[in-house]
């Protein structure tokens, strides 16, 4: 068994042992995964400070003496598993190191410059091999194709589906290469496929969930590299993700038959699941702080409780409404959200009692989710190097390992294959 597959079982084992803390989501009583296994008392017992310090610092963080053994065990299993090699150079924070593009911000060009000294190798390689096309999947504004084709002097393809995001990719000016060198195409290439072949290069930066696994597909079949950092894996038209390792093999290259497979528990996660990945152990996220994002939660709850005692049903508090909006007060939140349904104001005393429910709930629910948030890491993880067992598998040398600070994109996770 490969390095490579070895890590992927071994994150596979945590996330099987943990399936039902991956599924708890109390309310109104602790789940009954944290329940099981008498870590309640200790969760609701942590003060304040002890909780915040427990959701900044995630598996790294210093837990209390008192914590349950294996409570203690599962934070330093999520540790290991998440721990991975460093792709980029040490510092590679938010200072970038080029000129900013218009529209272009600090954060998003420290990714851009990261990604290009990752990828220069593989570029190198593919003109050694013969060349093949360079294709971004997913190009946005063009950043990332813009950069490309000026630093490494290739021509490469920008596929975007977003008509709007491909004309500005288009006006955009280069820098300092000519602008042929990078050019773009409308194309949604999860529903129209994507145009790589054998030599080729397909580039995803931040590429979403099902795109991401396309990407991947696509170049183990055809014999192209591939350099990808995921993000949002729960976007994907399926209700549900296989992994990539039970697909069936390709005639020319089957797996050997001696080769363990993973646990029945992991094999195929909904998406709701999936969404856990997005989750950071930071105190500042890359649109609100912590604190910010903390408060937008409360906020639903207390808006979902008012919808409830009108009648409406659970879960759709946003309905009509930007996530942003739960931001702000609560009586603005209200009022657009009841609005929306047609039903009356709420009064003062509903909206008092509201934040009063909210406080309670809140406080218990941010204490019972520590667990649960231990895995979200190892989620992001566990998919990654399902992607790269996939590629191994097909004959690719694979890497995988973060490729820019969290500071950057607390997405950072990169699959680098070379075909």
Not at 28 to 51: C, K, N, Q, Y
Not at 268 to 283: F, I, T, V
Not at 370 to 384: D, S
Request: one cysteine or more; glycine letters at 10%.
């Amino acid at each position: 068994m490969s390095p490579l597959r070895r890590r992927l079982h071994a994150v596979a084992a945590l996330l099987a042992e943990s399936r039902d803390l991956l599924e708890a989501r109390g309310r109104d009583v602790a789940p009954p995964s944290i329940e099981g296994r008498g870590w309640t008392g200790f969760l609701e017992g942590l003060d304040d400070v002890e909780l915040d310090a427990l959701e900044i610092g995630g598996s790294a963080a210093r837990w209390p003496e008192r914590t349950p053994p294996s409570l203690v065990a599962l934070a330093a299993a999520a540790r290991e598993v998440e721990t991975l090699d460093v792709l980029a150079s040490p510092g590679a924070r938010v200072e970038a190191d080029s000129p900013l593009r218009r529209g272009e911000t600090p954060r998003k060009r420290a990714q851009v410059d990261a990604f290009v000294r990752a990828v220069a190798p593989l570029v190198e390689a593919r003109a050694r091999g013969g060349a093949g096309d360079v294709v971004d999947v997913g190009a946005g504004h063009g950043h990332l194709t813009r950069a490309l084709s000026e630093r490494l002097g290739v021509p490469v393809l920008g596929l975007e589906r977003d008509a709007a995001r491909v004309a500005r990719a288009r006006a955009l000016p280069s820098l300092s290469a000519p602008s042929s060198f990078a050019s773009f195409a409308l194309s949604d290439v999860v529903r129209d496929g994507l145009p790589i072949g054998r030599g080729a290069l397909a580039l995803g930066l931040h590429a979403c969930g099902e795109l991401g696994d396309l990407v991947v597909e696509v170049a183990a079949a055809r014999g192209a590299s591939v350099a990808l950092v995921g993000c949002c894996l729960q976007k994907r038209r399926a209700s549900t993700r296989r992994t990539l390792e039970g697909a069936p093999d390709l005639p020319s290259c089957p797996s050997p038959p001696s080769l363990p497979s993973l646990p029945s528990a992991v094999r195929e996660l909904p998406k709701g699941l999936l969404g856990l990945s997005n989750l950071s152990a930071r105190d500042q996220g890359v649109e609100a702080t912590r604190e910010e994002n903390l408060a937008g939660r409360r906020r639903r709850l207390e808006l979902g409780w008012l919808l409830e005692q009108r009648g409406c049903p659970a879960g759709e508090e946003l309905l009509g409404l930007n996530r942003r909006a739960a931001r702000g007060d609560l009586a603005t939140l209200t009022g657009r959200a009841f609005a929306a349904r047609g039903l009356p104001p709420a009064t003062r005393a509903e909206l008092d009692a509201a934040e009063a429910f909210g406080a309670a709930r809140h406080a218990r629910m941010r204490r019972w989710a520590l667990p649960r948030a231990l895995l979200a890491r190892p989620l992001e993880v566990f998919v990654a190097l399902d992607r790269a067992c996939h590629l191994e598998r097909h004959g690719h040398t694979v890497t995988v390992g973060t490729l820019f600070h969290a500071d950057v994109s607390a997405r950072n996770v990169m699959v680098l294959a070379q075909a």
